[in-house]
């Protein structure tokens, strides 16, 4: 009898404030790969429960709060789950039955969900939403360069492309870009918009291959997720500042339904990029002069009380010129890229900070002027060009970045084409007093080093890729015998060493 009210009082204090995610399918109804989906789209993650030990003899287990499992049980998107399941089920007896009208009628009653409410219940206001617009940004511009596939459907690109471009001109319009970075993995970027640093990475524009070890469902489930996060920020952000939303470049563009296009076929980046070289012309005259206005600090003149306020002053109006005067760093200057430099990056940085760019209309659409062209003032180049124009400077791509991470025009002479480029830092490194900014410096030059060393291997056809391989190898095996023998040899030298230092104190003992 005193067993069982032992065996009592244990369940009563084992705790309730967590459940195992088997306790969370049961209660929820849903298999794992819904109740993943789930807890990705409503923010839910896995937490440590206490006293694990000591309750449980299994550590493999995965704990959910309680409260979170109750607060997923009252979401509509689990009964649009339910719904699909039994749409599988019946999709599954029609093809049996080889009815091909039962088939297409249940496809055209396919269950779907909308991301709205949830979107608006984890970000009340548009200054929460552009705290998380990290990740979104990033995943968007993934997602906008893979092509269609089974795991990709087309229409979740389309989105990305479309979102990644229209928050770009966004960029531009407003120039509210700051920081701007090339690594190995991509191009970083950072922009402030509305008091908020964003800093978002755009990938390399190679294609891209499908990775086996990547889960491409759990991928789509965030980029869903992230995408209906960017139609709600863009639009709050275009509408704030009186543009006209949806942009006219996506006017021009007519999703005709009636034509047939071959989905191999489908490649819109030539157009993306014609299209952030032209100016958003969708504001009205009487907006404009109320954002000019609003944009500008109030010339008034008062009396100042002390020399404190006038040196309080004349600092913020010093910020406000530094940053227009960033804003404004390539007013005035038109440059051509050729065609062997990535246009997308270097044409939306332009851009960004108030300069003309061109390209050669043959090849790509979207050129507003000539090679030709005498006010020219920069051709970014990657490789010697045969015929050459006097009235210009034919730099290198890296000029552009490092002249905006230094805000300023860094001299030309350092970035022409055979010089050996400066190393490319980081802007993103804060350096603090009495840190050594100078070994960091020298850290950062290594690194860029090993980064274009591993970039140039990545680029190697596989015929030289095996071939290096090979070289590599052979190299860091006779490094280990290098070493094998130079530890060899200190060991010899020590032990000659010590038997030399014994034998002169065992000579001094027999003398003494």
């Known amino acids: 009898m005193a067993r069982n009210i032992k065996g009592k009082k244990a369940l009563k204090k084992r705790p309730t404030a967590y459940m195992t995610r088997s306790e969370a399918l049961q209660k929820l109804q849903l298999s794992l790969k819904d109740f993943r989906r789930l807890c990705i789209l409503k923010g839910v993650y896995p937490v440590e429960a ?3 030990k000591s309750q449980n003899t299994s550590h493999t287990k995965t704990y959910y709060l309680r409260k979170d499992i109750l607060y997923l049980s009252h979401e509509p998107i689990i009964w649009r789950f339910w719904d699909f399941k039994i749409f599988m089920k019946r999709m599954a007896k029609a093809k049996g039955r080889r009815d091909k009208e039962w088939i297409q009628r249940i496809r055209e009653n396919k269950p779907f ?6 979107v608006k219940e984890r970000y009340p206001t548009i200054i929460d939403a552009l705290r998380d617009m990290d990740d979104a940004l990033s995943m968007g511009f993934l997602y906008a360069m893979f092509g269609k596939s089974k795991s990709l459907p087309l229409e979740l690109i389309e989105l990305s492309r479309r979102f990644t471009l229209e928050f770009m001109y966004y960029v531009m319009e407003t120039k509210s870009l700051r920081k701007c970075f090339i690594s190995i993995k991509g191009y970083y970027y950072e922009a402030n918009i509305m008091g908020q640093t964003i800093r978002w990475i755009v990938p390399h524009q190679f294609v891209m291959k499908r990775v086996p070890d990547v889960d491409f469902q759990v991928m789509k489930t965030f980029t869903e997720f992230y995408v209906t996060l960017l139609g709600f920020v863009i639009y709050k952000l275009y509408v ?15 999703i005709k339904e009636d034509e047939e296009k071959s989905e191999d076929e489908y490649d819109d980046s030539d157009e993306i990029i014609a299209a952030l070289n032209h100016p958003l012309i969708n504001r009205n005259e009487s907006d404009n002069q109320i954002l000019d206005e609003q944009s500008k600090i109030d010339n ?10 006038e040196i309080k002053f004349g600092s913020s109006v010093m910020t406000f010129h530094q940053l227009q005067k960033l804003q404004n760093l390539f007013a005035g200057l038109k440059f051509f890229i050729n ?7 270097l044409c939306f940085v332009i851009r960004s900070f108030s300069g003309q760019v061109s390209w050669d209309r043959n090849l790509f659409n979207g050129a507003t002027f000539n090679e030709d062209d005498e006010s020219i003032t920069h051709q970014i180049v990657d490789r010697e060009i045969p015929k050459r124009f006097v009235n210009r400077y ?11 991470n230094s805000r300023k025009l860094l001299p030309v002479q350092n970035y022409f084409i055979g010089t050996k480029l400066p190393p490319h830092l980081s802007p993103f490194v804060e350096e603090k007093v009495g840190k050594p900014i100078e070994m960091n410096r020298f850290k950062q030059s290594k690194q860029k080093q090993d980064e274009e060393k591993r970039l140039r291997v990545m680029m190697m056809p596989k015929k030289r890729k095996k071939l290096y391989d090979l070289i590599i190898k052979s190299q860091k095996k006779q490094n280990r015998e290098t070493e094998r023998l130079q530890r060899k040899r200190q060991d010899y030298d020590e032990r000659q060493r010590r038997q030399q230092k ?4 065992n000579k001094k003992m027999k003398q003494n």
């Open 50 to 52: 206490k006293k694990t």
């Open 240 to 254: 704030s500042n009186s543009f006209i939303y949806p942009p006219k470049f996506f006017e021009n563009k007519n």
């Open 502 to 505: 014994s034998a002169v104190n």
């Open 300 to 309: 008034f003149e008062t009396e100042l009380a002390n020399d404190d306020d």
């Open 394 to 404: 034919y730099i290198q791509p890296q000029w552009i970045f490092d002249s905006i």
């Open 339 to 345: 065609r062997e430099v990535p246009r997308e990056a």
């Open 113 to 118: 969900y909308k991301l709205d409410h949830i």
